[in-house]
């Protein structure tokens, strides 16, 4: 059996759904959601940010708009 070192991690950042460390040894980012790690490459962590930022506009670009104000015949004064 191989040895093993033992991972040297550093918290980066944490909510209140995750969990984000890197290992100062190996440089894997560690991706703690709950009972489940997923560890990647620092790219892959910067291509999953990417595309998390992309679903989430897609999500926003999909909600209702807020309901317009009426304010009858004319606008209120200093928007005419």
């Known amino acids: 059996m ?12 944490a909510g ?5 460390r890197r290992c100062r ?7 703690e959601l709950g009972p489940t ?7 892959a962590v910067e291509s999953l940010w990417s595309t998390l930022g992309r679903a989430i506009e897609a999500m926003r670009a999909r909600r209702e708009p807020p309901p317009l104000t ?11």
């Not at 191989?2 to 950042?13: F, N, Q, S, Y």
């Not at 040894?25 to 991706?31: A, L, P, T, W």
């Open 70 to 80: 009426t304010w009858g015949a004319s606008p209120p004064r200093g928007l005419s």
């Open 2 to 13: 191989a040895d093993r070192k033992e991972c040297a991690h550093e918290m980066l950042a």
């Open 37 to 43: 790690t997923v560890r990647l490459e620092p790219g």
């Open 25 to 31: 040894e190996c440089d894997v980012v560690s991706i």
């Open 16 to 20: 209140p759904i995750a969990k984000v």
